[in-house]
Nanobody, 115 residues
Framework: QVQLVESGGGLVQPGGSLRLSCAAS????????QGWYRQAPGKQRELVAF???????YYADSVKGRFTVSRENTKNTVYLQMNSLKPEDTAAYSC?????????WGQGTQVTVSS
């Protein structure tokens, strides 16, 4: 069984930056895809970004040019660098990891962008 633990959320002013981390532990794993979703109150869950085992990446239009997803295999960690944050980026961010047909989820971390 895989456990995913996120960190790095918090309160930041508009225009600021945060870096989210998602560390994996537990059973031996080889992830096909790792990424991030977010959900704001009253809104649908949104796929923000992901990175594949071949280092291909995807970004939602709303974050292109501002967010960067990366991974560090030696630490079994995936990151989401968020720059030029906007109030509309405020949400609970959750990481996920796909291994075959199994999807693991983190517990979520809150990001609040406000002055």
């Amino acid at each position: 069984q895989v456990q995913l633990v996120e960190s790095g959320g918090g309160l930041v002013q508009p225009g600021g930056s945060l870096r989210l981390s998602c560390a994996a532990s537990g059973s031996t794993f080889s992830f096909n895809q790792q990424g991030w979703y977010r959900q704001a109150p009253g809104k649908q869950r949104e796929l923000v970004a992901f990175i594949t085992s071949s280092d291909s990446t995807y970004y939602a239009d709303s974050v292109k040019g501002r967010f960067t997803v990366s991974r560090e295999n030696t630490k079994n960690t995936v990151y989401l660098q968020m720059n030029s944050l906007k109030p509309e980026d405020t949400a609970a961010y959750s990481c996920y990891a796909v291994s075959g047909t199994y999807v693991s989820w983190g517990q979520g971390t809150q990001v609040t962008v406000s002055s």
